[in-house]
């Protein structure tokens, strides 16, 4: 009897065991398939976002604080008016760079005058100098509302310098995640209106149903807003940005190069979906802003706002909803400042950078290296094993012939193979059996990397030896072999 009722009982367990593990399969196949399209949603996202975020920078924040604080809700009918305007201005800049696979100052560079292109770098370029100047200044007293004894010049300075310090040395595709990321923080605003408190139906009555007044000091705000919302340093950023992402892509090989990208109805839909939510979330933080500041500042007849970091400061005693409601709307609001600036500092600089690199013909992108390469090692692996390293005697940037091939693999991944063509050694070298890369002359580099030079006589040419004395070439540690080997120290001269 024991032995039936054992049996029994395993029998009846082990079907629980298969049922609960039947069960977590079946749980685990259904957060994996949300989690699939959360991921593919957010992979939808990019330049668009980041330009949409970018639009409520700090000195957008202070238009719109000043429209909410000094006209209330009586220009929330503008919005609907805007958005449109703003999705098919952002959207139409996406697909010009999607197609061309150039930035906006090299079209403007390909088919105007001169005259255009250098009034509309110029004017872009001391615009956004001056709005990074005020989104810095922004931000850095912002900073101060919540740590008073912080030096303003040094915030200013620490903002300035993270923000050029990340576009240099963090890679493009981190760098853009960041970006994305940060557009988060624009969310600080819905939250902040919310807590204050809101006539809703006064609100949607006033943004749906408008009750115009029209008078100078009108058109100035309502022009303050409609420049401050669909501005030109976004038309440069988001096709240039765009672009960047054909290059991550593999859908052209450069930026501004002679390449036509591929795209594909489903590249163009993505571009449309990722503008229209970016340029959605600006609307909406915008309006938020606006609502906030109109339910409290407007409310208690504050009307002077000069930035945004003035209206951050004025929401904390005006909000009592709850205990400390109106230190958290501060904080929202600061930090809402803050991130955005993070944000849009780094697109306004962007912005300026892509229009001057593209209309005098540089070498432009986030996707570059900072680095180059000053020299090479060369390995003797006969016998005991040394290293070598190589430079030019006058300390210049180096050139090696390379070639590079994608491809793609069972499961739609593309790879990238590169290889650094070698030739046989110049005298520099120290050994005869040793092998030296092909380092391209400086006046052949533009024909090495023409794809249109296909004439095997053009190209035999450039695949020779560096001129022998043109090297210095010395004794460096063994540890090179290593490929863990990494520090800086590897290419100082071996002291025997």
Known sequence: MANLYSWIHDLVGNHKSDKLAQQHEANLAKASKRYGKFGRSIRVLGPGVVTGA??????????????????????????????????????????????????????????????????????VVVANT?????????????????????????????????CVLLQIFVPYRTY?????????????????????GQPWTEVLTRTFVPN??????TIYIIVGILGTTISPYLFFWNTSEVVEDEVEEHRIKTSSGTGIPRISKAFIRKIRLDNIAGMSLASISAWFIVIACASTLH???ITQIENANDAAAALEPLVQGFPHAGLIAKLLFSVGIIGIGLLAVPVLAGS???????????????Y??????????????????????????NKSIVAFAGIYSSWEGPDGTVHDTYAILTTEPNQDMPDS???????????????WLDPTVTDDGSIYVMLRPALSGSLNVYEVSPAVHSPKMNQPNLIKKLQK
């Open 54 to 123: 970018a639009d409520d920078d700090p000195s957008g924040i202070a238009t719109y604080s000043q429209a909410g604080a000094v006209y209330g809700y009586g220009l929330l009918w503008l919005f609907p008016i805007m958005f449109p305007l703003l999705l098919a201005v952002q959207e139409s800049c996406a697909r010009i760079g999607a197609v061309t696979g150039d930035g906006l100052a090299t079209v403007l560079k390909k088919h105007y005058s001169k005259k255009v292109l250098y009034s509309a770098v110029i004017l």
């Open 433 to 447: 059996r040793m092998r030296m890369p092909i380092i391209i002359n400086p006046d052949d580099e533009a024909r």
């Open 176 to 196: 853009a995640k960041i970006l994305k990321w940060l557009a988060i923080v624009l969310f600080a605003y819905p939250v902040t209106a919310f807590i204050v």
């Open 299 to 301: 409310a208690h007849g």
């Open 130 to 162: 001056v709005n990074i100047g005020s989104d810095l200044a922004a931000m850095a007293a912002t900073t101060q509302l919540l740590f008073p004894e912080a030096p303003y010049i040094g915030l200013a300075i620490f903002f300035a310098l993270l």
């Open 368 to 393: 570059r290296k900072f680095k180059k390469a000053h020299g090479f090692y060369e390995l003797n692996e006969s016998g005991e094993k040394r290293a070598f390293y190589g430079e030019p005697k």
């Open 212 to 217: 115009v007044t029209i008078n100078k000091e």
């Open 352 to 366: 300026s950078s892509y229009a001057i690199s593209e209309a005098l013909g540089i070498k432009e992108g986030l």
